[in-house]
């Protein structure tokens, strides 16, 4: 989700008090769902009325900012693995949005077009996606 949500240039979510995401517990699995909602504050969609978000110092709508945390180099690797897979398949499908204008449908392919080669850095993408995992409490 956190990943996606840099794709999109989407500040406006906040997993810890389920801002604009929702969490699910899957059936029998019992594996945590996160789905989220409301992008009108990306720069994917780029309404009128988005504002940056200043409590990450964010200076433009289509900058990109990382809210999430891979603790593990493997998972990074096939997450990352797993948006290389879709780059094709995600072009495509947003340069086809017609019912946006064409200014829009220029947005979206600049913001993918950032994202992939942000992604394609390893050193960038490791430094920017991965963290050591917080200390356990005493």
Known sequence: VALF??????????????HNVKAFISGSSRKKIIVPYD??????VYTGYAKVNLDYNQKDI?????????????????TLNLFKAKKEKIFSY????NYLTKG???NVQTCLK???????????AKSTFLRKRPAESM
């Not at 949500?5 to 389920?18: E, F, G, K, T, V």
């Not at 992008?39 to 994917?44: A, M, T």
């Not at 080669?117 to 390893?122: F, L």
């Open 5 to 18: 949500q840099y794709m999109i240039c989407n500040a406006d979510w906040d997993y810890s008090i389920l």
């Open 39 to 44: 992008f009108d504050y990306s720069g994917f």
């Open 62 to 78: 289509n900058e990109p900012v990382f809210l999430g945390a891979f603790y593990d180099e493997t998972a990074l690797n096939k």
């Open 94 to 97: 947003c340069k086809n949005l």
């Open 104 to 106: 829009n449908r220029r």
């Open 114 to 124: 950032s994202f992939y080669k942000s992604i394609e850095r390893k050193k960038f």
